[in-house]
């Protein structure tokens, strides 16, 4: 295949917590396997919070990024789809609303007056997504729990709730079967209380520093990834089948959501 560039400057890669942060090394097998694709160095960038990877990705300082839809929604049009990760066989997840495995709690009603931990203001399934739940239940998402607090990542809301620390949290679905594969124990400490309908998986986008041709590339990389047999066990490890081609159009219920939303606060 052919390289980006002649270049050792290294593909910028940004990462939001999807990925736990124990896995270091998967980290660096990934980036090793897509320098080999594509000849030109990869460097993972980690954040905790998904607006610092955004604004580093609009400033130009990182060239791509696995975010949440609901960024892309609102920045796409300085940002490029490059693939979308198929999961179970789509490109789709829904938001879990959990609560502690012997909590009380039945129903998504029960969490009013409780400790709610969101996972962040720019995540679909961990902010946007749960508010709109409860608005579209005549519910004010600002008065309904007695407290919130923002955990910082998906893994972080189901640890706050494992631990006791959150009465309840709504999460990324494939954030909480992955770890329910690789950390079963933490997870049979919650529940699912409801499933959300689905929506367009987190996508890799580009940045406004990446050219087309080098666009062109990692999308050719990433989709051709299950087809190599190191590239497939990455992705296994990943909990994922494959990345796929999807049209900017697989996030429009998203936006829908928050423009609803937008609306009904009066802003």
Not at 15 to 43: H, S, Y
Not at 90 to 119: K, M, N, T
């Amino acid at each position: 295949m052919e390289p980006v560039r002649a270049s050792s400057e290294p593909l910028r890669f940004g990462l939001t917590p999807v990925v736990p942060d124990d896995r270091i090394t998967f980290l660096a097998g990934w980036a090793d396997w897509i320098e080999t694709q594509c000849g030109r160095p990869v460097e993972f960038v980690q954040r905790s919070r998904y607006r610092e990877i955004l604004d580093l990705l609009l400033q130009g300082r990182i060239d791509l990024a696995w975010i949440c839809g609901y960024p892309y929604i609102r920045n796409r049009s300085h940002l490029g789809l490059i693939a979308v990760p198929r999961f179970q066989g789509r490109p789709l997840y829904q938001s879990y609303f959990i609560v502690g495995a012997d909590s009380e709690i039945e129903r998504l009603h029960d969490l009013e007056g409780r400790l709610f931990a969101w996972a962040d203001p720019d995540s679909n399934s961990g902010y946007l997504y749960p508010r709109f739940r409860l608005s579209s239940d005549g519910r004010d998402p600002d008065r309904f729990f007695r407290r919130t607090f923002f955990a910082w990542g998906h893994p972080r809301c189901v640890e706050a709730v494992a631990e006791g620390l959150a009465d309840g949290a709504a999460v990324d679905s494939y954030v909480w079967e992955t770890l329910a594969l690789s950390h079963p124990t933490l997870i049979t400490q919650t529940r699912v209380l409801e499933r959300s309908p689905e929506f367009g998986f987190p996508p890799i986008v580009a940045g406004p520093s990446l050219s087309e041709r080098e666009r062109q590339l990692i999308r050719r990389v990433l989709l051709s990834q299950v087809q190599d047999p190191a590239g497939r066990s990455l992705l296994n490890e990943l909990n994922l089948d494959s990345f796929g081609l999807e049209a900017p159009d697989l996030y429009d219920d998203i936006a829908r959501m928050a423009g609803r939303l937008t609306e009904g606060s009066g802003a």
